[in-house]
């Protein structure tokens, strides 16, 4: 078979990361426009800021959460990040500093993609570039369910 590339080999492209990340949560499509910026709050106050007493603003009480980590709804994901994870709450940056490659939204749902460097699990002095996603389905302006690729017992990666 032709066309395959042996799995030991180390030939990619690194993630590239938007240069103005602000940009790619807006949309000309007023509701689509809408559900970015819900989830662009919820980057920059909650994950990035920490200040999860805000949470209520941008997440529905009966919030449905995918990942293996934290359970269902508002209050268990505030305690997740507040009591398990220790996130204490800092001043709202300016912008966003998250490394955002991609941002899309169809109907309710928006899917924010990041680039991450992780180190080579063969060699630890070497690092290779990937990527890591969110998706969030946004209803009534706020988000009401989420998914990412975590692994249980695995910390979000909020660089």
Known sequence: MTGIVSSAVHAQE??????????????????????????????????????????????????????????SGLKPVVYYFTQVLKVKPKPIPAKISMKVANVVAEGDLVVVTYARTEKDPKDPSKTYSTTWFDMWRIKDGKAAEHWDPALLNEAPDLR
């Open 14 to 71: 690194a993630v590239v990361v938007s240069d103005n990340p602000e940009a790619l949560f807006t949309s000309p499509d007023p509701k689509l426009n809408a559900n970015k910026q819900v989830v662009y709050r919820i980057i920059l106050e909650l994950l990035e800021a920490g200040q999860w007493d805000k949470a209520g603003q941008y997440i529905a009480d009966d919030y449905i959460q995918h990942n293996p980590n934290a359970q």
